[in-house]
């Protein structure tokens, strides 16, 4: 089966490709398409904003946590209900791991077999443009490059130079473009852009952007190219292969303002294996869910909220309980941020937090850590057992006030380049680690967290 698909990669970070993206899935919608969009790599905070204008949940497709089949097995599951999906590429369409291939989006656009658009930001440019072009259309021929959209156009007679350049001496069509125009930013802090969950007045942003998209840019000669996508390879799945589970395990998960960074995919394969997801928010909620048999806190920005999750004391106690009592706990960078004693924002000052780990966490005056890792298990835990691995990726500004111990962690993560570090934190049944995970790396993870849950809620019982 044929699945309408296309990839919008740039030709380096900070061309545009997500408010194009944005905009041409909004394009879409208004004419009827039901988009389902996707993100290249492991951003969270793109997906937010394509998630908010597409009204589906935006996935992850990273081409190095994430095997051929996965990727495969992934975008097929969330293709087949859609008319057409969109892929925002992440950096420039080459950029993969130590300057390799992997985990590039031309490794994404060769395994899906997509056809891509090339956003050129054409500030300053006008037929050198056409020599940019040139050199990503013959660095690598395996990848479909289908045309070209510019962005930063100056005026007419610009954008005719730069078009008529492209199209004459590489022989690829000029789509359209966006012209200059400084209002068409997305607003930005530490991590990169301020997720859609708490930034929503886009409202006034979104029709800009989609008024000038439906002027300047050929939307129709787009669908014509995902139409014409190539078939999807064949694949195996690895994932969701048996019927779904009875959703007999209740598992409580962090989500507002403060926590907001999950793989959907990482959600789906919980509630696949037996997992029923209630949602909470540490900052509102007094109390956790009831008849809840473990917890899951993801990424997000707690060191901007501190003073409001500082505050909420009842659920940090109820939360650091449940762990002395031994309910499974797993928490990933900002979970693990909210499980240690203290948080110390920007300005210095320091906030209570659950106390279940006996380090505080301090935020950086610059990016602390970054990169894909490969995990290595030395010890038994409740998501994975001695000697398994999975692949994941780290980010984040905040450090610990101490070098972690080894007879307290059960993670070996290894970064290319570096030598082995420690991670994942483990108390009583409580993992917390720095690294996030992607359970499509190693199914097993999600399985034994499931697994460790309904022992708990027997014991319980």
Same mark, same amino acid.
């Not at 926590?259 to 509630?271: E, K, S, W």
């Not at 398994?388 to 111990?405: A, D, M, Q, T, V």
């Given at each position: 089966?044929?699945?309408?698909?296309?990839?919008?990669?740039?030709?380096?970070?900070?061309?545009?490709?997500?408010?194009?993206?944005?905009?041409?899935?909004?394009? @879409?919608?208004?004419?009827?398409?039901?988009?389902?969009?996707?993100?290249?790599?492991?951003?969270? /905070?793109?997906?937010?904003?394509?998630?908010?204008?597409?009204? !589906? /949940?935006?996935?992850?497709?990273?081409?190095?946590?994430?095997?051929?089949?996965?990727?495969?097995?992934?975008?097929?599951r969330?293709?087949?209900?859609?008319?057409?999906?969109?892929?925002?590429?992440a950096?420039?369409?080459?950029?993969?791991? +130590?300057?390799?291939? *992997?985990?590039?989006?031309?490794h994404? %656009?060769?395994?899906?077999?997509?056809?891509?658009?090339?956003?050129?930001?054409?500030?300053?440019?006008?037929?050198?443009?056409?020599?940019?072009?040139?050199?990503?259309? #013959?660095?690598?021929? *395996?990848?479909?490059?289908r045309?070209?959209?510019?962005?930063?156009i100056?005026?007419? =007679?610009?954008?005719?130079?730069?078009?008529?350049?492209?199209?004459?001496?590489?022989?690829?069509?000029?789509?359209?473009?966006? $012209?200059?125009?400084?209002g @068409?930013?997305? $607003? #930005?802090?530490?991590?990169?852009?301020?997720? %859609?969950?708490?930034?929503?007045?886009?409202d006034? @942003?979104?029709?800009?952007?989609?008024?000038?998209?439906?002027?300047?840019?050929?939307?129709?000669?787009?669908?014509?190219?995902a139409?014409?996508?190539?078939?999807?390879?064949?694949?195996?799945?690895?994932?969701?292969?048996?019927?779904p589970?009875?959703?007999?395990?209740?598992?409580?998960?962090?989500?507002? *303002?403060?926590?907001?960074?999950?793989?959907?995919?990482?959600?789906?394969?919980?509630?696949?294996?037996?997992?029923?997801?209630?949602?909470? =928010? $540490?900052?509102?909620d007094?109390?956790? $869910?009831?008849?809840?048999?473990?917890?899951?806190?993801?990424?997000?920005?707690?060191?901007?909220?501190? =003073?409001?999750?500082?505050?909420?004391? %009842?659920?940090?106690?109820?939360? @650091?309980?449940?762990?002395?009592?031994?309910?499974?706990?797993?928490?990933e960078?900002?979970? +693990?941020?909210?499980?240690?004693?203290?948080?110390?924002?920007?300005?210095?000052?320091?906030?209570?937090?659950?106390?279940?780990?006996?380090?505080?966490?301090?935020?950086?005056? !610059?990016?602390?850590?970054?990169?894909?890792?490969?995990?290595?298990?030395?010890?038994?835990?409740?998501?994975?057992?001695?000697? *398994?691995?999975?692949?994941?990726?780290?980010?984040?500004?905040?450090?610990?006030?101490?070098e972690?111990?080894?007879?307290?962690?059960?993670?070996?993560?290894?970064?290319?380049?570096?030598?082995?570090?420690?991670?994942?934190?483990?108390?009583?049944?409580?993992?917390?680690?720095?690294?996030?995970?992607?359970?499509?790396?190693?199914?097993?993870?999600?399985?034994?967290?499931?697994?460790?849950?309904?022992?708990?809620?027997?014991?319980?019982?």
């Amino acid at each position: 089966m044929k699945y309408p698909r296309i990839i919008f990669a740039g030709t380096n970070s900070g061309v545009g490709k997500t408010t194009l993206t944005m905009g041409l899935i909004l394009a @879409l919608k208004r004419r009827g398409f039901n988009v389902q969009p996707f993100k290249a790599g492991p951003d969270y /905070i793109d997906t937010s904003y394509h998630t908010h204008v597409s009204g !589906r /949940i935006c996935r992850n497709l990273d081409p190095w946590m994430l095997s051929k089949n996965t990727i495969l097995e992934l975008f097929q599951r969330q293709a087949k209900s859609s008319d057409i999906s969109v892929i925002e590429g992440a950096m420039g369409l080459y950029d993969g791991l +130590l300057g390799k291939q *992997e985990g590039s989006s031309a490794h994404l %656009a060769k395994i899906t077999r997509s056809p891509v658009i090339l956003i050129v930001d054409a500030r300053s440019l006008s037929r050198s443009a056409a020599a940019i072009v040139l050199g990503y259309k #013959e660095f690598d021929r *395996e990848v479909d490059l289908r045309g070209v959209i510019l962005n930063n156009i100056a005026s007419d =007679s610009h954008y005719r130079s730069i078009k008529y350049a492209i199209e004459k001496d590489v022989r690829l069509p000029v789509f359209g473009f966006l $012209p200059k125009d400084k209002g @068409l930013s997305l $607003p #930005e802090r530490h991590l990169g852009l301020i997720p %859609a969950q708490e930034k929503k007045p886009l409202d006034g @942003l979104l029709k800009k952007v989609a008024k000038l998209i439906e002027t300047n840019i050929d939307i129709n000669a787009l669908i014509a190219v995902a139409k014409g996508a190539k078939l999807l390879p064949d694949f195996k799945r690895k994932i969701f292969l048996q019927k779904p589970a009875d959703n007999k395990i209740n598992i409580a998960l962090a989500r507002d *303002e403060s926590f907001n960074f999950y793989y959907q995919d990482n959600l789906d394969i919980f509630t696949h294996y037996g997992a029923n997801i209630i949602e909470f =928010s $540490p900052i509102k909620d007094k109390t956790l $869910p009831p008849d809840i048999n473990g917890i899951y806190i993801g990424g997000g920005f707690p060191e901007l909220f501190a =003073s409001k999750l500082s505050k909420n004391s %009842a659920l940090r106690k109820d939360i @650091l309980s449940r762990a002395k009592k031994g309910m499974p706990i797993y928490a990933e960078c900002a979970g +693990l941020m909210y499980l240690s004693k203290n948080i110390s924002d920007f300005r210095g000052r320091s906030f209570p937090m659950s106390g279940v780990f006996d380090f505080s966490v301090k935020m950086g005056k !610059r990016l602390s850590a970054l990169g894909y890792v490969n995990v290595e298990v030395f010890k038994d835990n409740i998501l994975s057992n001695e000697s *398994e691995r999975i692949r994941g990726h780290i980010f984040h500004w905040s450090y610990l006030n101490r070098e972690p111990k080894k007879n307290e962690t059960v993670f070996k993560v290894k970064k290319k380049g570096r030598g082995p570090l420690l991670d994942g934190f483990f108390r009583w049944n409580v993992l917390a680690c720095y690294t996030h995970l992607h359970f499509g790396s190693n199914v097993k993870f999600a399985r034994n967290f499931i697994s460790n849950c309904a022992a708990y809620a027997k014991r319980r019982n």
